[in-house]
């Protein structure tokens, strides 16, 4: 049922256990994994305070290859066929959904990353707008350190 699997993937520790609870999932399916890294445009704030940098886009990019190359490995270690993929200057559920759509995605795997309820409804969660964005299942991975928590 579940045969292709997107991994929404950021570095972040949250997403670092997704890709963990995930690859359990995709070996025990053996399925194929897209992990997905999305840079966002940077703040309206940022742009109006003139142009950036020229080093900026190549910091970026080689901060992302990085954060990439991280899951790839971790994917590959435990066997599963990987395929790593940048989506840049796009809005991260919008680009999450038309790629789980692209590659044919059965399932969609993203950490959760706890925010109060005004930093929610500043920056959006994502994976609530996913929500009606997705052609496919939705996996919400919760941080490790909420469940010890709440033992």
Not at 14 to 38: F, P, S, T
Not at 75 to 87: H, P, Q, T, W
């Amino acid at each position: 049922m579940f045969k292709t699997i997107v991994f929404a993937y950021d570095g972040s520790p949250e997403c670092r256990d997704a890709l963990k609870e995930g690859i359990e999932l995709a070996r025990r399916l053996n399925a194929r994994c897209h992990l997905l890294a999305v840079v966002p445009a940077p703040p309206a704030l940022a742009l109006a305070a003139g142009p950036l940098p020229d080093s900026f886009m190549e910091n970026a990019q080689a901060d992302i290859d990085q954060v990439l190359e991280e899951g790839l490995a971790l994917l590959r270690e435990a066997g599963l066929d990987a395929v790593g993929s940048v989506k840049t200057w796009e809005e991260p559920a919008e680009a999450i959904g038309l790629f789980a759509s692209e590659v044919g995605a059965d399932f969609v795997v993203v950490g959760h990353h706890r925010r109060s309820a005004i930093e929610r409804w500043w920056h959006g969660s994502i994976g609530h707008s996913l929500l009606d964005r997705l052609p496919c299942s939705l996996f919400v991975s919760m941080p490790r350190a909420a469940a010890n928590h709440s033992s």
